[in-house]
């Protein structure tokens, strides 16, 4: 599976016009599956491998519209990991205290340590969206935000961490058909949050934002990729090739043991 047409490059103008949200591939969904469950011994093991290395880590950025398929992703494309070398952090509205620092205060605190991969379930980019499409910052402050967040990245990318931002890009009828499910479905309504349908609203606005942010925070350290998700089991191979292809090119090492191991007789 080839991952980099979905990948966004440094210094264009991205259209999310420009790329389809139901896009399904060449193959078919019972292909997508069989793939996504023989990828997930070698996801384990090179997490396996990360985590015993503990010399780099790995963030990855999940953004997307309310009903996006963040959740969903977490759940199937982490599926088969050691919950003792993951952390997820999901972005809610900032705390009075949150708010009292700076907008990364509270991202750095839960970036990832060496032999970590952290997902971020929304993240320091809603910084930049949310509260830009709401007027709480003006455009001054977007653009003084846009370096501030291309800085935290590089020093970020500077220690040990690779960075990969992952934009689920869905259809606004397909948001509207997931948002319906909510509605009807007693199992699903507990999601349900009749403030997204506010949002809704500022589809255009938020497709600008998107739009601007993506464009100027993509680098060749901290990629964005756009992924089509309006097909779940497309969004969840195409978001497994990119995390094994990431890792596989992080080449984590299990240490060499710091004694001679034919030395050592265990009585
Ligand atoms: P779903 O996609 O399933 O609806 P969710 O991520 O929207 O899940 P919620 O608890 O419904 O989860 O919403 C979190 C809310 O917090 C979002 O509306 C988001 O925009 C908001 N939020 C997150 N970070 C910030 C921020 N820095 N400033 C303002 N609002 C924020
Ligand atoms: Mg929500």
Do not use: C
Not at 4 to 29: D, H, I, P, Q
Not at 74 to 99: A, D
Not at 226 to 239: E, G, T
């Amino acid at each position: 599976m080839n991952t980099k047409k979905y990948r966004v490059g440094e210094g264009g103008k991205l259209k999310l016009s420009a790329f389809k949200t139901n896009e399904t591939g060449k193959g078919s969904e019972a292909e997508a599956l069989a793939r996504i469950d023989a990828r997930r011994p070698r996801l384990a093991a090179l997490q396996e491998r990360l985590y015993a290395e503990g010399q780099q880590s790995l963030l990855m950025v999940l953004q997307a519209r309310d009903a996006g398929g963040k959740d969903g992703t977490v759940k199937h494309v982490m599926y088969g990991l050691n919950p003792q070398g993951v952390t997820v952090t999901s972005f809610k509205v900032p705390t009075p205290l949150e708010l009292s620092h700076d907008f990364l205060w509270r991202v750095h605190a839960v970036a990832p340590a060496a032999g970590m991969m952290a997902v971020f379930n929304r993240s320091h980019y809603e910084d930049v969206l949310v509260t830009r499409v709401h007027g709480l910052i003006g455009e001054a402050e977007v653009k003084r935000r846009y370096e501030h967040i291309r800085a935290f990245e590089a020093l970020l990318n500077g220690g040990h961490t690779r960075i990969v931002k992952l934009y689920l890009h869905v259809s606004k009828e397909e948001q509207k058909q997931r948002l319906q499910a909510r509605l009807d479905d007693p199992e699903k309504r507990w999601k349900f949050n009749v403030g997204d349908l506010k949002e809704r609203e500022r589809w255009d606005d938020y497709t600008k934002a998107y739009e601007d942010t993506i464009s100027a925070t993509s680098s060749r350290t901290a990629p964005w990729y756009v992924i089509p998700a309006d097909h779940k089991w497309f969004r969840n191979d195409l978001i497994g090739q990119i995390l094994q292809d990431t890792l596989e090119n992080m080449n984590p090492q299990f240490p060499e043991p710091d004694f001679d191991p034919r030395t050592v007789e265990i009585k």
